[in-house]
């Protein structure tokens, strides 16, 4: 044995050197690009057609007045405390559409790999625990590339508009990129563990629809049937979505206790199931 | 030094058992053939060995060491069968990759990657990605990554199924070169070429260890291998009968006799030729010793 592997390469690095190939993935890949491409396309969409058009509103000096008669004191009417516009706009969009995005592309970290063979290679090399981890992580570092880009293209927009919002704009993106991010974490970790138990990617996402159609059922049902399933709201992502909207991204963390606990719980029993599996 | 060690092991995949209640005992050394019928259990053994999947029941060490034990993963390489690269990366990128996660810097990975490559007669094809391959060069590329890192025990799961007879010849002088450092267990249905490269066999039927055989251990009695061109077999029989120190003669296939012989018998061999010139015999092949397939499936 040579004397380069004789030195047991750690699991810390090898989480690193997993996560980093996934983010080459996508950076560096045809596939990866075009994913990228159709990402920010969307939401450039968004952004022009949606986010734009609702700042302009937001602006109009009655605007407030109308939503409050409209909707009254709530989340929406708490849009106007934003220092900047678009980030406020953005901010519903992106927890609304950022979750979608975050199952359909966590949905690919195992199955497929598992079913064409390729963590049998991968196995003989790393330890499991570093192919979990660093495919979640890997998934993760994808989903902040994708949401920071939107939320600089957001920041431009909003200095556009009016230069003096330049630093609102790049502390107020940043804020909303790390909050999201947050909110994020149990929906990749979700993933993570259907893609494990999953055949093939699209059945992941499958798996996922079930989960939260089953769940939203069942929570549902509670108030007719039995009370004690309201509390499976807490094991579906996203039960903070409609507590978030109301909130500035300082005012956030509060409400993010659940989403980490969620996001613990999934990689636990992921990473369960992955230990168990067969590759 | 204890290489494989299975004690009571068994696999099942729902109600059907794969591995029965397998015992076995492998030491290093020269490289172990692992033989067997389609069904018979080669793939689950490897891939228990390998950790990819558990047992049923009963325990497994390599190198003293449960399957997917870290320290192992130093020690072991292996080709999997039906198992793809990533489509997506280069074969210098992945097998870089594998590199760097057994310990290896990026530039030493480079330079690994490169010369597993070139062991394998394929360092032209660093920059191209797996799809671009065809099978028989797929089939060496994984060759190429089992032997990252030159680890002592390497297993080869039907490393020329379905490659070319240059390419096999190949994959065979790899494998006998670099044998006396690395301990090879390979598993195939090509018993000539296992013959040739390997001393322990082990004969694995519908889940069970059927044999194991040492192709060079001494025994009572000694043989000899004699194959002929359009004889008829029943007189050949009984003339070999009568051969002074023949103990047995037997027909392994259309006009190959296998002479068994007290190992006393002096210069058989050359009483074998001069037969087959008094007899007007055409012979194809004298061999010492008994075909693998001989050994393993003789009556």
Wanted: glycine share 6%.
């Amino acid at each position: 044995m040579n004397q380069a592997t004789e030195l047991h390469s750690s699991t810390v690095r090898q989480i690193s050197l997993i996560a980093t190939t996934e983010v080459r993935r996508l950076l560096s890949q045809t596939k990866g690009l075009v994913t990228l491409a159709a990402y920010v396309m969307l939401w450039l969409l968004i952004l022009l057609f949606l986010v734009r058009d609702a700042v302009n509103l937001m602006l109009h000096p009655d605007a407030k007045d109308i939503v409050m008669q409209v909707l009254g004191e709530g989340a929406m009417s708490n849009l106007f405390n934003w220092p900047v516009e678009e980030f406020a706009m953005y901010w519903v969009f992106a927890l609304g559409l950022q979750p979608m995005f975050a199952i359909l592309l966590g949905a690919g970290q195992f199955a497929d790999d598992i079913q064409r063979g390729t963590f049998r290679f991968l196995s003989l090399h790393a330890s499991r625990i570093a192919l979990f981890f660093g495919r979640f992580l890997g998934a993760m570092a994808v989903m902040a590339l994708l949401s920071g880009a939107t939320s600089l293209v957001t920041m431009v927009m909003a200095m556009v508009r009016d230069i003096h919002l330049a630093l609102p704009a790049v502390i107020c993106g940043l804020q909303v990129w790390l909050v999201i991010l947050l909110m994020l974490l149990p929906y990749v970790a979700l993933m993570s563990l259907l893609s494990v138990i999953a055949s093939s990617s699209k059945q992941a996402v499958l798996y996922s629809v079930l989960f939260f159609t089953g769940l939203s059922l069942l929570v549902w049902l509670a108030d007719v049937t039995v009370a004690p399933l309201a509390y499976l709201e807490y094991v579906m992502p996203g039960t903070e979505t409609q507590q978030l909207m109301g909130v500035m991204p300082t005012q956030a963390p509060i409400f993010l206790k659940v989403a980490l606990i969620q996001t613990v719980a999934f990689l636990a029993l992921g990473f369960y199931a992955f230990k168990r599996s067969d590759v | 030094m204890s290489l494989i060690k299975c004690q009571q092991l068994s696999r099942r995949y729902g109600s059907h058992l794969a591995l029965d209640n397998i015992n076995l005992d492998l030491t290093t050394g020269q490289p172990i053939a692992l033989v067997g019928p389609n069904g018979a259990g080669k793939t689950t053994l490897f891939s228990l060995l390998l950790g990819y999947i558990h047992p049923s029941a009963g325990s497994i060490e390599v190198f003293g060491l449960p399957p997917g034990h870290p320290q192992l993963r130093s020690k072991i390489g292996a080709l999997p069968q039906d198992a793809k690269l990533d489509p997506d990366f280069t074969l210098e990128q992945q097998l870089s990759l594998f590199a760097q996660l057994r310990g290896m810097s990026a530039k030493a990975a480079k330079q690994e990657a490169l010369r597993v490559l070139t062991l394998v007669d394929l360092a032209d094809s660093l920059k191209q990605k797996p799809t671009t391959l065809s099978h028989g060069m797929s089939k060496r590329v994984a060759i190429a990554q089992a032997l990252i890192g030159e680890p002592e025990l390497i297993l080869l799961d039907e490393p020329t199924a379905g490659i070319d007879p240059a390419n096999a010849r190949l994959i065979r002088d790899l494998i006998s070169k670099l044998s006396d450092r690395t301990t090879f267990v390979v598993s195939s249905h090509n018993l000539d070429e296992l013959e040739r490269l390997c001393d322990q066999v082990v004969f694995l039927e519908r889940g069970q260890v059927k044999q194991q055989v040492s192709l060079s251990a001494t025994t009572e009695t000694q043989y000899f291998t004699l194959q002929l061109q359009a004889v008829d077999d029943q007189t050949v029989l009984s003339v070999l009968r009568q051969l002074p120190d023949v103990l047995q003669v037997n027909v392994a296939s259309q006009h190959a006799f296998v002479i068994e012989y007290q190992p006393s018998a002096t210069a058989l061999d050359v009483a074998l030729l001069q037969l087959c010139h008094q007899q007007g015999w055409r012979y194809r092949l004298l061999l010492n010793g008994r075909s693998l397939e001989d050994t393993l499936f003789a009556q």
